[in-house]
Nanobody, 120 residues
Framework: QVQLVESGGGLVQPGGSLRLSCVIS????????MGWYRQAPGKQPDLVAG???????NYADSVKGRFTISRDNAKNTVYLQMNSLKQDDTAVYYC??????????????WGQGTQVTVPS
């Protein structure tokens, strides 16, 4: 099985910063694209940022200029640097990846989430 474990969440005052990390482990053979989603209370999950295997990135309009996604392929890790945090960023953040397991199946994988809270 493939496991994704997020870390780095917490409570931060408005204007502060956090860096989220997600480590993919287990039977993964090759990772394709990775990304971060978030789900605020009472809302559907939204794509925050994505990064392709070639390093191309995309961001939700609400976080452009404030968040940066990156990846370390040697460590099977994806990061989300979050700056200038505001109350609207409060959500559970989920790591996402897709790729191939060692026996050849292609699938999408999700982490369990990490809470980010920015009070008013």
């Amino acid at each position: 099985q493939v496991q994704l474990v997020e870390s780095g969440g917490g409570l931060v005052q408005p204007g502060g910063s956090l860096r989220l990390s997600c480590v993919i482990s287990g039977s993964i053979f090759k990772i394709n694209d990775m990304g971060w989603y978030r789900q605020a209370p009472g809302k559907q999950p939204d794509l925050v940022a994505g990064i392709t295997s070639g390093g191309s990135t995309n961001y939700a309009d609400s976080v452009k200029g404030r968040f940066t996604i990156s990846r370390d392929n040697a460590k099977n890790t994806v990061y989300l640097q979050m700056n200038s945090l505001k109350q609207d960023d409060t959500a559970v953040y989920y790591c996402n990846a897709d790729g191939w397991e060692s026996y050849g199946d292609y699938a999408e994988y999700w982490g369990q989430g990490t809470q980010v809270t920015v009070p008013s």
